[in-house]
């Protein structure tokens, strides 16, 4: 693939105390793939991405997104630009319905954004989403699927063109794991480029275009699934410790 580069780290480093958690990491992503960060437990991975999305500051290196060096921008700036994030554990307002909770990324998610354009853009997100049927629904009513695709469907809402996903099918049985999947797939379809952690290696092995593999706050392999998966560093840190 000869994509543009959208996404550029380059020598990132973040340290927590004396523990160096992300260690001079250079990466890129490429517009339109689905890359996937993969490592043992502890390998720094959510760590990066509270770097990218902006919410913990590097120590050291540059981060350029776009074209635009975004290395010293607030979280809210960089989502603005179309950096999302979805999240692990989801957050929505109980009381408040689908739509009602998804409106809230609509009009928060872009500055400016009229009532008008918020309302269309929850309409998109609830079709590709799948979430229609629910848009009446509280969201404290939802099962831990569509939890899932309310977390991906709040994140969409802010109009990202390079979502973030922290490890969100965690907790998925393996069927609604592979559902999970073929929406980050039509996500893509719909022209939004998706950098992805994940423990599930069925999901990895499904959706990953790339892996990029990180030990102890370094990137130690880069490659398609089944290359990574052979890699003699790859196997001795996952064997190494209980991942
Ligand atoms: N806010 C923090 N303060 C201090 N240490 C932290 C903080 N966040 C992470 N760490 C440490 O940094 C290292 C990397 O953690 P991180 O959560 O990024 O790893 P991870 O690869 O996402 O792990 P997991 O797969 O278990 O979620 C760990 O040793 C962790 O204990």
Not at 9 to 38: C, D, H, P
Not at 65 to 78: C, G, H, Y
Request: hydrophobic share 45%; aromatic share 4%.
């Amino acid at each position: 693939m000869s994509s543009a580069v959208m996404l550029q780290l380059s020598g990132v480093t973040k340290r927590f105390g004396g523990l160096v958690a992300v260690n001079n990491v250079s990466l890129e992503v490429r517009q339109g793939e689905i890359l996937a960060v993969i490592g043992p437990n502890g390998a720094g991975k959510s760590t990066l991405l509270n770097l990218i999305s902006g919410l913990y500051p590097t120590d050291s290196g540059s981060m350029r997104f776009l074209e635009a060096d975004i290395t010293l921008l607030p979280p809210e700036q960089r989502a603005w630009r179309g950096l999302g994030r979805a999240f692990q554990i989801v957050q929505p307002f109980p009381e408040m319905t689908v739509r009602e909770n998804l409106l809230v990324g609509g009009i928060y998610g872009k500055p400016r954004t009229s009532m008008k354009t918020a309302h269309k853009v929850v309409e998109d997100v609830l079709r590709l989403t799948g979430l229609e049927p629910k848009a009446e629904t509280p969201a404290g009513e939802l099962t831990l699927l569509e939890d899932k695709r309310l977390e991906m469907a709040r994140a969409l809402c802010t109009q990202p063109k390079l979502l973030l996903l922290d490890e969100v099918m965690a907790g998925l049985r393996p069927a609604e794991a592979m559902e999970a999947v073929e929406l980050v797939k039509k996500v893509r379809s719909s022209g939004v480029t998706v950098l992805f952690i994940e423990h599930l290696m069925p999901v990895v092995r499904a959706l990953a275009e790339r892996v990029v593999v990180m030990d102890y706050g370094q990137v130690i392999a880069e490659g398609r699934y089944d290359e990574v998966a052979q890699n003699a560093k790859v196997r001795e840190a996952y064997l190494g410790r209980s991942a």
